[in-house]
């Protein structure tokens, strides 16, 4: 095998010297791309404080000319500039870019070209490596629909394109390099958080489409979001765009025939266009050549690019020999030039005015995770299977069986239960106490915090009751005590077991655990069969409310504590408010479920 030529490969040495000669005395670069390629690529082959330490050390070499030290200088304020964000997140690197100032500095040939090198006036790029945590916010709400029905296709893809740019300008270079040099996001937030919301998005749609329970109005939904697609596309946002149809192709939308027999044949005539742009046919030809006529702000298909770069990371060596001693330059170029289209994107913002709070209402609405079996359930359950042969009759009702009153009494009768049972949930209830009302933490509750839940205890609800040797305050055992009594008098109907089932809600919903507000489309919350209680997933365990037999009205108002919190503002002219009972519907009742109007804390 012959030896690579230098237009092939190179040392890292020879093009850390092609870069510094890249300079002139007076700081004018004679190839910027070449320099721009090295510094952007070094850390596929040289971490970034190593390339600070060959510089350091070429400065210091006897042979070092004046003339190369001004040149050293000069790509030092070069990489400060172009790539400042490396100095801010890396410290040992600042540091070593320092020492070598440090020692220009001191010198009288280069003391004036060392003040070029600022390490110091790098703003903070921590905000790119913080994964945001939404924190309930304490203000005033706001009452919207998170159905976002009310919004004009438009404005909902121009808010989707700010979300997702916004996401896409925290990714840095150093995200690309590892995904690609370990094909995963392990460890890699930022990245990991853009993919989650391109997913979300898909997911979110899905969501929507099945909250309905008619087949016109899944229609409507699908129809209007194919007219959000189309916007995007105008937009010019690629991968948004992608995720939209993503949602809309997912097999639990596909298959809903009775749905898609309510589009019209021109929707479906433009949505199947937009399926054809972003098909991986022909290694997604379409979308590339579409891509690259466009010009301005243009949002590109973050998979494909990253695909791309695995597929050169793959394909070629890092090294052009079997010593790892030179560098192959024709897969850096490749790699280069991906990356270098992707951070460009970066610095062209879409020209989009967007509402804050509308942002705020649909990253939160984004934020819901199903998995894709949950969401298939929720479609089976909107347009089940059809028998696969359509010839055959259909199978004979069963006659119903009459119920026997020895039938009705059986099962209106609970059997008794375990004692060892009784006692697990009764220390599992003191235990919940404690840990919610105990609020000084001394291991007792106090007659002040007792007044707090004193409702909560089925009988003897007196303070002096519980409080058995007098001192003032309830202890664990005399609370255990209590609750083992209660058990034997209420024959085991008291305390805090409910009997618990998902429920999806129709109406703002507050946990009675934590007070918080039940967020989702379906399945949202947790409530109790017997009492009515709602509650979050997590909180069950931990619900400190006694179970107590509901008049027959489904209606659960909300907590008088709660109503004094919540203060609502009126929508926006053009959100669609219905006005509907707060009620709570249950699995087998989910086909009634309306759109409702959600008082959301932004």
Request: glycine letters at 2%.
């Amino acid at each position: 095998m012959e030896p690579a030529t230098l237009e092939q490969s190179a040392t890292v040495d020879e093009l850390v010297e092609a870069c510094i000669n890249a300079f002139d005395e007076e700081g004018a670069v004679k190839d910027s791309s070449v320099v721009r390629m090295f510094l952007m690529m070094h850390p596929w082959y040289l971490p970034s404080t190593d390339l600070a330490k060959k510089l350091h050390a070429k400065s210091e070499e006897e042979s070092c000319t004046d003339e190369v030290k001004s040149k050293i200088c000069h790509l030092v304020k070069y990489w400060i500039s172009e790539f400042p964000v490396e100095f801010d997140l890396c410290p040992a690197l600042a540091d070593e870019i320092r020492g070598l100032r440090d020692k220009l500095s001191n010198e009288d040939a280069t003391q004036q070209q060392s003040q070029l090198i600022d390490v110091e006036s790098v703003p903070s790029y921590k905000w790119k490596r913080q994964v945001t945590q939404r924190v309930p916010s304490m203000s005033k709400k706001r009452k919207m629909s998170l159905l976002f029905d009310h919004l004009d296709s438009c404005e909902l893809a121009e808010h989707l394109t700010y979300l997702e740019y916004k996401s896409f300008c925290k990714i840095l270079f150093q995200d690309y390099h590892s995904f690609v040099m370990h094909g995963c996001t392990v460890d890699n937030p930022i990245l990991e958080r853009f993919i989650t919301l391109f997913n979300s998005v898909s997911q979110w749609i899905q969501l929507m489409v099945l909250s309905k329970p008619t087949a016109p109005q899944r229609a409507v939904v699908i129809s209007h979001f194919i007219q959000v697609a189309q916007k995007l596309l105008q937009l010019q946002n690629f991968n948004t765009l992608m995720a939209v149809v993503g949602g809309l192709s997912n097999s639990s939308i596909s298959r809903l025939k009775d749905t898609q027999s309510h589009i019209s044949s021109d929707t479906n005539k433009a949505f199947n266009s937009l399926i054809e742009l972003v098909s991986s046919c022909g290694n997604y030809s379409q979308y590339r050549r579409r891509f690259s006529d466009c010009s301005g702000f243009r949002f590109p298909i973050l998979g494909v690019h990253l695909k791309d770069l695995i597929a050169v990371q793959v394909a070629l060596p890092d090294w052009a020999d079997k010593e790892k001693s030179r560098v192959n330059l024709n897969k850096t170029h490749q790699l280069y030039a991906i990356l270098q289209e992707l951070a460009l994107i970066q610095t062209s913002p879409p020209r989009i005015e967007a509402n804050p709070d509308l942002l705020n209402l649909l990253t939160v609405s984004l934020d819901q995770y199903h998995t894709e079996e949950e969401i298939y359930q929720m479609s089976l359950q909107r347009e089940p299977r059809k028998p696969s042969n359509s010839n055959s009759a259909p199978a004979p009702a069963p006659t119903p069986k009459p119920s026997s009153l020895m039938d009705e009494w059986a099962a209106s009768v609970k059997p008794k239960a375990d004692p060892a049972i009784i006692t697990k949930h009764i220390h599992k209830m003191v235990d919940s106490v404690f840990k919610n009302f105990d609020t000084d933490g001394d291991g007792y509750i106090s007659q002040e915090e007792f007044e707090s839940i004193q409702n909560n205890f089925p009988y003897l609800s007196k303070f002096g009751e519980l409080d058995q040797n007098q001192d003032g305050k309830i202890s664990r055992e005399e609370m255990v005590d209590y609750f083992m009594k209660a058990s034997s008098l209420l024959n085991c109907k008291m305390g805090f077991i409910h009997t618990f089932t998902e429920a999806t809600y129709v109406k703002p919903t507050f946990c009675e655990h934590c007070a918080g507000f039940i967020w989702g489309f379906y399945k949202q919350g947790y409530k109790c069969k017997v009492c009515g209680v709602n509650c979050h997933k997590a909180c069950r365990m931990r619900l400190a409310v006694e179970c107590r037999k509901r008049a027959k009205s489904i209606s659960h108002e909300t907590p008088p504590a709660l109503q004094a919190r919540s203060m609502s503002y009126p929508p926006p002219s053009n959100t669609h408010t219905h006005n509907l009972q707060n009620t709570v519907i249950a699995e087998e009742d989910i086909e009634t479920v309306e759109e409702g109007v959600f008082d959301v804390h932004l």
